[in-house]
């Protein structure tokens, strides 16, 4: 294996591959788990986490259920809970998609917030370096916009319910930087860190979500101009490939210098804010 290749699997503390039902059903007991005692340990009594009709936030969110749900069976107290928040901007092209992925997880609550009218009041007074950009630059800058204001919700609604905000990134979009720093790279704690995305999957299926939330093509869906974009047509490559490399196999040299490329570029995004 290439030593770069072996570093960033290091870095991103990899999740090694699964080698039957035992291991999946073994990271799902751990996860569980890992949320139970970052709510323990914070003192709070509420997750909060945005639901989109991806196979990410399905997973994230039936993890927080489980973990809500322990802590109140083993306590008496109630307060344990999962809110779940919808954020649409206008239409959802796959509003279908959220509404099953919320009758799977079968949330505490669900809360629905708007994200329309705030990221139009903030993109209004930036119009005069907003409008000259170029569609795909325009979308980026706005597209992270829309992310940011759907975080801010997300703080509110755990300030006012003395809770912590989930994040739903995993090894396949770290590795390539795939978030928005400050948008959906903001949280309290990442159940799924060190997943490759195939193993995201894997757990989604053990868990009981609807097939077509585990094989979904994966899509941010920010950009106005294309949207519902596919995440890997972003990329430049396949999740198959991500997997792989974070798996310490051998890829095609255009992938492995597109992913390495992308590590190094979104370095920043994963780090701390930088210090004299």
Not at 102 to 122: K, N, Q
Not at 196 to 219: C, D, N, S, Y
Not at 241 to 270: C, M, N, P, W, Y
Request: aromatic share 6%; proline share 6%.
């Amino acid at each position: 294996m290439h030593p770069t290749q072996q570093a960033i699997i290091d870095s991103l503390r990899v999740t090694p591959p699964f080698a039957g039902p035992a291991d999946v059903q073994a990271q799902i007991a751990r996860r569980v788990a890992f949320i139970q005692a970052q709510l323990r340990a914070s003192h709070t009594r509420t997750l909060v986490l945005g639901i989109s009709g991806g196979v990410d936030s399905s997973v994230a969110g039936r993890l927080a259920q489980l973990a809500a749900e322990g802590l109140r069976a083993e306590t008496g107290d109630g307060r344990w809970r999962f809110i779940a928040v919808r954020l649409p901007y206008r239409a959802q092209f796959d509003e279908a998609d959220a509404q099953a992925a919320l009758a799977f997880i079968r949330p505490d609550e669900v809360r629905t917030v708007a994200i329309e009218g705030a990221v139009t009041a903030l993109a209004a007074p930036l119009a005069d370096l907003l409008q000259p950009l170029a569609t795909p630059q325009h979308d980026s800058v706005l597209g992270n916009i829309k992310a940011r204001v759907r975080m801010v919700a997300q703080y509110a609604i755990a300030n006012a319910t003395n809770g912590l905000v989930i994040g739903t990134d995993h090894a396949a979009e770290a590795v390539m930087g795939f978030f928005t720093k400050h948008g959906d790279g903001a949280c309290d704690l990442e159940p799924l860190a060190g997943l490759v995305k195939g193993q995201v999957r894997a757990i989604g299926e053990a868990l009981g979500a609807p097939e077509h939330l585990v094989r979904k093509v994966p899509t941010a869906d920010l950009e106005d101009g294309r949207p519902g974009l596919p995440d890997e047509a972003a990329h430049g490559v396949r999740y198959a490939a991500i997997d792989a490399f974070l798996h310490g196999q051998s890829v095609d040299a255009g992938d492995f210098e597109r992913i390495v490329r992308a590590f190094e570029a979104t370095r920043h995004k994963r780090a701390l804010p930088a210090t004299p």
